[in-house]
């Protein structure tokens, strides 16, 4: 299991979530929009702010190695588990950039390697293939064949006899349920074999006739098999009828929209391998029974991050397709996890009321390698792992990725101190009776409005007033939302204080009631930028005025 997916994991970052929240649990706590807390934080690796970052996160590995466990965390194997950790940031485009702003690499004394891990070490990473399958996808044909059925692309699944009772219902299998482990298919198709490409034919042959668990989008089970179909759709030049031509394999449609174009030099499919491909340590029989577009990808941190980066400054893809990319499809048995495609979706901070971060992750694990990618949108960070371990038996990444995801807390703290140096303080009109006033608060996430008198108008009183609520009680934030290079837009979202809980349970629906006010009520407020991303000006729309820096 995923060690995000444990109800004790990343403790840190689930505390730090309510940045500055009293101890204990307080009589109110503000219900944010699900998003963004604060602005990305900007990542100067020369800044003193993340080289003290570094060296803590160091130190945090070297006692993890020193003494084998962490006092909160758990256990490790240090004498036989070598991995190696990046940590990485959008970085805007530029596939020169290096987006890696923190490493951690180390090699077992009982590794027995002919070489130590290094950022460029290759590893076995077993189902987060399925990230480059569904990336390829999106990068040949984005994502308006979601709703398409599969037999589009391979209308044969439709001519081959279905043996049992229950068949496969070929015709609602989408694109999009094969991505998302919503098929509904078994698990394996027990016809390819890791080292070699999957046979179309066979594999069509063989895996029709099992008989699938669920009706499509029912609920989420993965299916390495489905990532396949997809890999064979990939393969086609266009969707059409079963004459069409072929596209190229699977590794050849990787290299063209992906590897190449990421100048990812140290990932390959086992299938594929280059002429030196200097995997690290043993423990992978490339005989065994795998599909080769969900479990047989090598790649090493430093390509990983690569990928990473480009997806969160969508590089590759339109940012509107990266938007709906990550994003989740469905829900699972525990209320902390989402799917998404094919990402397994944690989520941090589901207390409620509370701020909730959504990370998506995808693990993988075969043989004795143990892999880990994780992106976090609304902070444009994430980071990669990849490990080995000399037992034989794939490493356990449960500590590992909980130090790692402190990583995320500091940067959380990182983007709200930003956030004050950039947005809060005074803004003031052309007359004594238009000023505003925004801090960030130590009760919660997001910049709070402290004042807002417009045309000698108090807002904040006047928006108590249509809440039927003294103005002592109003709980008045912004959150940012839109944003060009020279404006950045924030949503308004209001709150009673002293609201009563129902049943003793919290509510958080501020969702629900952003712009319910209506006219006269301020539901957004535009920052204007200078070069430095500072708030020079703030305009609010609903008063009709701008204001500049007091």
């Known amino acids: 299991m995923s060690p995000f997916f444990r109800v004790v994991s990343l403790s840190t970052l689930l505390s730090f979530l309510a940045i500055g929240f009293a101890a204990g649990q307080p009589a109110y706590q503000p219900c944010p929009l699900l998003g963004a807390l604060y602005p990305p934080p900007t990542i100067d690796k020369s800044s003193d702010e993340m080289k003290s970052f570094s060296v803590d996160f160091t130190g945090k590995f070297d006692q993890l190695i020193r003494t084998g466990k962490h006092e909160i965390y758990g256990e490790v194997t240090p004498n036989t588990s070598s991995f190696s950790v990046v940590l990485f940031s959008a970085t805007g485009g530029n596939t020169n950039d290096d987006p890696i702003f923190y490493n951690y690499q180390y090699t077992a004394p009982g590794a027995k390697a002919k070489k130590n891990v290094s950022l460029n070490t290759v590893f076995p990473v077993g189902s987060l293939t399925q990230v480059f399958t569904v990336y390829a996808w999106l990068a040949k044909f984005g994502d308006e064949e979601w709703d398409s059925p599969i037999t589009k692309f391979i209308p044969e699944l439709l001519k081959v006899p279905t043996a049992g009772k229950i068949a496969v219902p070929w015709k609602d299998i989408t694109i999009g349920s094969l991505a998302s482990h919503m098929s509904g298919l078994a698990r394996d198709s027990h016809a390819c074999q890791l080292g070699k490409p999957c046979d179309r034919q066979h594999f069509i042959k063989t895996f029709s006739q099992l008989p699938p668990l669920f009706l499509p989008n029912t609920t989420p089970i993965l299916s390495n098999a489905a990532f396949q179909l997809l890999a064979f759709a990939l393969a086609n030049k266009t969707p059409g009828g079963p004459k069409r031509s072929s596209g190229g394999s699977f590794n050849d449609v990787l290299q063209s929209t992906i590897l190449r174009p990421l100048k990812m030099t140290r990932s390959f499919l086992l299938s594929s391998p280059p002429a030196s491909n200097d995997i690290f340590g043993a423990g992978l029989n490339s005989s065994a029974p795998g599909e080769e577009a969900s479990l047989s990808l090598m790649t090493s941190t430093h390509d990983l991050a690569l990928l990473g980066s480009s997806i969160l400054s969508s590089r590759l893809l339109p940012p509107s397709t990266t938007r709906r990319w990550l994003a989740p499809v469905s829900d699972t048995s525990n209320v902390r996890n989402g799917v ?48 080995h371990d000399a037992s034989g038996k794939a490493p356990d990444l449960n500590v590992h990725a909980d130090i790692v995801a402190e990583s995320i807390a500091d940067l959380l703290g990182l983007a709200a101190k930003q956030a004050a140096v950039r947005y809060t303080g005074s803004f003031v009109g052309k007359g004594n009776d238009t000023a505003v006033e925004f801090k960030v608060s130590g009760d919660g996430p997001g910049l709070v409005v402290s004042k807002m008198v417009v045309g000698g108008k108090n807002v904040r009183a006047e928006t108590a007033a249509k809440m039927g609520i003294e103005e002592g009680r109003l709980d008045f934030r912004l959150y940012p939302a839109m944003k060009t290079k020279t404006a950045h837009q924030f949503v308004a979202v209001y709150q009673d204080r002293d609201a009563p809980v129902d049943a003793g349970t919290p509510t958080c629906i501020t969702w629900m009631t952003v712009g319910e006010l209506g006219l006269g009520t301020v539901d957004r407020v535009v920052f204007g930028l200078d070069g430095s991303g500072r708030a020079t000006s703030v305009e609010v729309p609903s008063g009709g005025v701008d204001l500049i820096r007091g």
Not at 345 to 354: C, D, F, H, T, V
Not at 355 to 367: E, Q, R
Not at 369 to 381: A, E, F
């Open 340 to 387: 998404g495609r094919p990402w397994e979706i944690y989520r941090a901070g589901i207390s409620n009321p509370g701020p909730i971060l959504n990370i998506f992750l995808k693990s993988g694990t075969v043989g004795a390698y143990s892999s880990y990618l994780g992106l976090s949108p609304d902070v444009k960070v994430g980071f990669a792992i990849l490990a």
